[in-house]
């Protein structure tokens, strides 16, 4: 089992910039991928960005390509994603998730899943 534990949401301007964070703890390892999703009210969740295991393989939404960057900690079991030039579209509860793979998976079925953290972008 894999816990995850999002944080570093809030309220930001449009322009403004925001870093998430997602903890995780439990059975992770090399055959994981760390990715990271979004949901906006009355909207399906989508993908955002995802890296594998090493960084030296990431994916991104093209709407957000050039202004989020995703990165991970091993040591500390912890991923990122720098959020910056947000606009309001990018309003959203963005989720962390897991998923053991050793290729970037830009699905929705991955198989762990934290509880998400609301991100407010005011225009």
């Known amino acids: 089992q894999v816990q995850l534990v999002e944080s570093g949401g809030g309220l930001v301007q449009a322009g403004g910039s925001l870093r998430l964070s997602c903890a995780a703890s439990?059975?992770?390892?090399?055959?994981?991928?760390m990715g990271w999703f979004r949901q906006a009210p009355g909207k399906e969740r989508e993908f955002v960005s995802a890296?594998?295991?090493?960084?030296?393989?990431?994916a991104y939404k093209n709407s957000v390509k050039g202004r989020f960057t995703i990165s991970r900690n091993n040591a500390a079991n912890t991923a990122y994603l720098q959020m910056n030039s947000l606009k309001a579209e990018d309003t959203a509860v963005y989720y962390c998730?897991?998923?053991?793979?050793?290729?970037?998976?830009?699905?929705?079925?991955?198989?762990?899943w934290g509880q998400g953290t609301q991100v407010t972008v005011s225009s």
């Open positions: 998730a897991a998923h053991r793979s050793t290729v970037v998976y830009t699905g929705l079925e991955y198989d762990y």
């Open positions: 439990g059975r992770t390892g090399s055959d994981y991928i």
């Open positions: 890296i594998n295991w090493s960084g030296t393989s990431t």
